[in-house]
């Protein structure tokens, strides 16, 4: 589903953030993301993101070639890529409804289907109850668990984190890390990156570590060398 092959970022001549990263994510596999503050984590999220493009190396994402993908269809790349971020960028001036409606609403869903699919999100995060509420109503980790539902809203094959649970206890860390876990058995890719090193042994995943730019563990490419189309 993620293949990174010989990726290199550079931001200018001074600062390479990534280093001849290799790697390979299949459906439904769930991984962390780690190292030290700089190595190049959010980076490599953001390549994925078509937020940055790679500078040297092929990206290939749901079996699409990222690095020439032209401007007008990063939006479309975009609809398959949930993203959770640690602040989790909810709208206070709006209901928990409506901040999960908004990536429905940006893909023009009719209503009834956006009503359909944000109650089904809440279900899954356990705010079915609480859809009429204010965020700001909410426990830090009731409104990460809004920021996932937006995050998944629109089924998409690939889930991305950044530090998903940085404010958070360990008890409620684990809460989140149960909900990712449930949406890679249901085939969703899933990439966590967190500087959590408690909680990713706890989990016993698959973990990526990055280290000035360079990936020093857990980059086995995908069996068979495949695609992951
Ligand atoms: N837009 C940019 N322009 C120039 N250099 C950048 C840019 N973004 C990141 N860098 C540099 O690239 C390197 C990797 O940064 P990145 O943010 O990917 O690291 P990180 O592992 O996510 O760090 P943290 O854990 O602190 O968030 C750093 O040296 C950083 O200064």
């Known amino acids: 589903m993620i293949e990174f092959r010989q990726v290199t970022k550079r931001y200018d001549s001074d600062h390479t953030a990534l280093r001849q990263v290799n ?3 299949d459906r439904g596999e769930l991984a962390f993301l780690t190292g030290h ?3 190049g984590k959010s980076t490599l999220l953001k390549l994925i993101m078509v937020m940055e493009r790679p500078s040297a190396g092929e990206l290939i994402v749901g ?3 990222l690095n020439r993908l032209p401007r007008r269809q990063i939006p479309y790349i ?3 890529i949930g993203v959770v971020f640690q602040n989790h960028q909810l709208l206070f001036d709006r209901t928990v409804y409506d901040n999960v409606a908004m990536p429905l609403e940006v893909m023009g869903a009719s209503p ?3 009503g359909r699919r944000v109650r089904a999100a809440l279900d899954k995060v356990g705010l079915l109850s609480k859809e009429k509420m204010n965020p700001m109503q909410l426990s830090g980790g009731e409104q990460q668990r809004v920021g996932i ?3 998944v ?3 998409p094959p690939v889930l991305l984190a950044d530090e998903p649970t940085g404010n958070l206890d360990p008890e409620l860390s ?3 890390m149960n909900l990712f876990g449930q949406f890679s058995q249901v085939g969703v890719t899933v990439l966590i990156a967190t500087h959590d090193i408690a909680l990713i042994n706890e989990m016993g995943r698959r973990t990526l570590t990055l280290d000035h730019g360079r990936l020093v563990a857990g980059g086995t490419p995908l069996v068979g060398g495949a695609s992951g189309h």
Request: hydrophobic share 40%; no cysteine.
């Open 23 to 25: 790697f390979g994510l």
């Open 37 to 39: 503050s700089g190595a």
């Open 63 to 65: 079996g699409q070639l």
């Open 78 to 80: 975009r609809r398959h």
């Open 112 to 114: 009834r289907e956006a």
């Open 149 to 151: 539902a937006r995050a």
């Open 153 to 155: 809203v629109n089924k």
């Open 174 to 176: 684990a809460d989140i």
